[in-house]
């Protein structure tokens, strides 16, 4: 079935350092893919999305590209913040007859230090 | 922008209770979910609902029952608490068709059983 494999963490990692937290996907299709960020005693909130192959999805200095021929969609920010330190999840749509749910990774911590 | 209101951030209950979870969302979404979210084992599906008075299993709902009497409104009832029901909450919303909906996340229930 579909499924969603991401870098388990942790991930630590001082204040203007580089971030690639990588996930890679088995899919029926070519669904939309989406990257989620729990910041500490929150909900998740969508960070970005693409929705074909070689979209690129940003916000907030992330970003991700859609790669159909490596199956990934890797999160990456050049320089990160210490507001960055959060739970992130990558997550894939599958089909339940009319309507979609997500599956999702197993999160990657972050922790930047000052 | 879409809000997802659960009813409490913090609950904390005895083994054997009936216990009630309520969720509400303001975009008129036809589809909402209700998760549980444990360490190392990240967001799994309990139940989700398309429609008002219908319902679907996700990949854990034994001890979990829902109840959705309105569009906005999604219940999850814990039919007779047990201490591996400990867990965090998490209710979301989305519209349905493609997959490029994204799913609109509540700030959680953070659910202890004694």
């Known amino acids: 079935g579909d499924s969603v494999t991401q870098m388990e963490g942790p991930v630590t990692l001082s204040e203007e350092a580089f971030l690639t937290i990588n996930c890679t996907y088995t899919?029926?299709?070519?669904?939309?893919l989406f990257w989620y960020v729990q910041y500490p005693g929150e909900g998740l909130q969508l960070l970005l999305k693409a929705t074909k192959a070689d979209d690129k999805g940003s916000n907030k200095g992330f970003e991700a590209t859609y790669r159909k021929e490596t199956t990934s969609f890797h999160l990456e920010k050049g320089s990160v913040q210490v507001s960055d330190s959060a739970v992130y999840f990558c997550?894939?749509?599958?089909?339940?007859?009319?309507?979609?749910?997500?599956?999702f990774g197993k999160g990657t911590l972050l922790t930047v230090n000052p | 922008d879409v809000k997802v209101t659960q009813s409490s951030r913090y609950l904390v209950k005895r083994t054997g209770e009936k216990v009630f979870l309520e969720c509400v969302q303001d975009m008129d979404h036809e589809n909402m979910f209700w998760y549980r979210q444990d360490p190392g084992l990240g967001l799994r599906l309990i139940y989700f609902?398309?429609?008002?008075?219908?319902?679907e299993k996700g990949d854990i709902p034994e001890g979990y029952s829902v109840s959705r009497e309105k569009k906005e409104r999604f219940s999850l009832i814990l039919e007779s608490a047990s201490t591996n029901q400990t867990s965090m909450y998490l209710c979301?919303?989305?519209?349905?068709?493609?997959?490029?909906?994204?799913?609109?996340f509540g700030d959680g229930t953070r659910l202890s059983i004694l």
């Open positions: 979301a919303s989305s519209s349905p068709g493609t997959s490029n909906q994204p799913q609109h």
């Open positions: 609902s398309y429609d008002v008075k219908m319902k």
């Open positions: 899919a029926t299709g070519y669904p939309s």
């Open positions: 997550a894939l749509p599958y089909s339940g007859g009319s309507n979609y749910k997500l599956t």
